[in-house]
């Protein structure tokens, strides 16, 4: 399962409203020094997870968080669900490139579908 890079602007409040909605949530809140820490409890938990998991990390906040569902969802649902069109985000296979590309103000989120 690929990663996706959110290139539009979305109102933060806006995404984690829409999917707490239907998801369970838990946040790793994270400064400087423990932001490694919080990224690896993310993965982990997306990892371990037995239904669907998935993580988020925002620009200008510092949380990722985990969004979990006993359901599996296909990744264009969860774009669709904050009104986002094919276009406005594009698919990595990788982790580390969505979380880059917030950290280095190229996109506004990163959802983390695998961990692979």
Known sequence: MSNIIVKKWIEPYV??????????MQD??????????AKSK?????????????????????????FISDNQINAD????????QHGDYEFNETTDEPIAAVDFAKAEAALILSTL
């Open 77 to 84: 649902k969860l774009m669709s669900e904050i009104g986002m």
């Open 28 to 37: 790793f809140t994270f400064d400087g020094f423990s932001k490694n820490d």
């Open 42 to 66: 993310m993965l982990k938990l997306i990892a371990d997870n037995k239904g669907f998991a998935f993580g988020l990390y925002m620009k200008n906040v510092n949380k990722f968080y985990v």
């Open 15 to 24: 995404l984690l409203e829409t999917y707490k909605k239907h998801f369970s």
